[in-house]
């Protein structure tokens, strides 16, 4: 395990601020279309659906929509960029000395109990993520960079209800 | 000038390596950052640590910004990029459920792949019930379905909504941004400091 | 640590400032003045009606004959395989996908220049490129195609040839000693293929 001073501090908040907008400018302009991260775990469900029991795939009202015959689900931009979020990611960790497995939480709490809580989180995000068709990367920070009105209203319940339900949730966190 | 792949001034062929190399910068800003951990990302709900808020804000400032100047210069046309359509059932009530995602796993999706690329266990649990999640959406669809599709106002410009030009909703945004960044600084400073 | 945060800030001040007083700049949906001026200087988009008639006998599929009179004087005679849309109309909604096909060579006729010309004008202000006016419109047509000059005997041989030439034209056209040529009253040819919306955005999540 590495020694603790050896992890190097995070970015500058701002700093990194500027580089995510500049990058996500330069994803504008060459693309023409923003960032997202959702739209990839949903290409996923699609296809282990589609691998698993390819005849309810294709019935199945929301995801057939996604299954095209001379397209697999997964080949999808969104797809490559996550792949690239990952590798990214990893580096970032990497050279900064941040590898590690484990559970984060609060020292007040269990690990059992953060666990379960991020997987009732994560299941909350699935569905929300669909219904608002995008999630924060997707639908608040490209939405609100391209000023669209469906980018600000997402992100302003997102961060809203966040705020409102903090209040129940403190024990998880502080 | 821009955007160059609709306008096939890049081979579109290459779409897939860029998204690669763009996600790239993503995950590795992001983890910079500090978004790989899930109780910094708590910490703008509770006030102790507003990274989210900066880099988020910030970000949002930089590229609307640099689109408008770029569409300004001729570098861009604006007309083209992509503009999500706006679904009020959708914005809402999924805006919701994702806020209550958000405190419950305090992850979202691109953050949760940044922590589980590190190694973090609680956001691969993250990532893999969000599929769950869009598995089980995909199975009450039918249910919903009308709600769902319905309220759809197409891509509409947030200040074509207020009724202003966008470079008088931009320097607005940019001042809001600017008295956020105040606010919450004087705030953290006040809130009891978490060790991670 | 801080100065920094204080210029950041000052900066941030400055762009919003400067957003406010920004002239308002026009969309720039139109080729601008200059290059509209230089285009139209340019000869290069006339094409003969020997070209033209050309291009139709080889059933070029890229040909689009645009008849920019009206309705009336189309249903009298308009050249084969053109479509009609008079020039008033020309920037209206519903000429868009007609106008807008990739690959396809516009050529815009009228009884002399005059609409022809106006609708050039306004499809290359729309942007268009690939567009041409056929000179001296169907009044030339007529001396040239339909009802071809004989040259003198003194003429030179490519006189000669291109004599030939229209006079072969003017059989196919249904030309000889007519000048009112039976017209097609068949309404004009609907099928053209829908252009692929340049830009089917993609995008989202």
Known sequence: MKPKDSVKPYFNPYFGGILLGGLLLLTFFLTGRGLGASGAAKSTVVATVDKVAPKYAEENHYLGQFLSDDKHPMNDWLVFEVIGVLAGAFLSGALAGRLTFKVEHSPKITSRRRLIFAAIGGLLFGIGSQLGRGCTSGAALTGMAALSLAGFVTMIFIFGTGYVAAYFFRKNWI | ?196 | MKKAYIFLSILMVIIAISLLILPRYQKESEVLPDELLAHIADPSRYLTTDKVAEMMISQDPSLLLIDTRDSIQYREYHLPGAFLVPVADITSEKYNDLLNQDGKVIVFYSNGDLAAEQAWVLSKRMGLNEIYVMKDGLNRWMETIIRPEKPAETASSKELDLYQFRLGASSYFGGGNTVAVTTSTAAQPVVFQKKEKKGAKEGGC
């Open chain 2, 1 to 196: 000038m821009g955007p160059l792949i609709p306008q096939d001034i890049i081979n579109p062929a290459w779409s897939n390596a860029i998204a690669v190399l763009i996600g790239m910068g993503f995950g590795f800003i992001l983890e910079s950052c500090g978004f790989s951990s899930s109780r910094k990302l708590a910490g703008v709900f509770y006030g102790y640590d507003f990274v989210v808020l900066r880099v988020f804000f910030t970000a949002a400032v930089t590229a609307a910004v640099g689109i408008f100047f770029f569409n300004y210069m001729g570098w861009l046309d604006a007309r083209m990029l992509y503009i999500n359509p706006y679904y009020i059932n959708g914005a809402i009530v999924g805006g919701i459920v994702m806020g209550l995602g958000f405190i419950t796993g305090g992850y979202c999706p691109g953050t949760s792949y940044c922590a589980a690329a590190i190694g973090k266990i609680d956001a691969i649990v993250f990532s893999v019930f969000m599929m769950v999640g869009i598995l089980l959406f995909s199975l009450v669809y039918p249910l919903i379905e009308n709600f769902y599709n319905a309220s759809s106002k197409g891509p509409v410009l947030i200040y074509e909504a207020l009724g202003m030009s966008p470079a008088v909703f931009l320097a607005i945004f940019v001042v809001i941004a600017l008295v956020a960044f105040i606010v919450t600084s004087r705030i953290e400073k006040k809130v009891k400091k978490v060790e991670y």
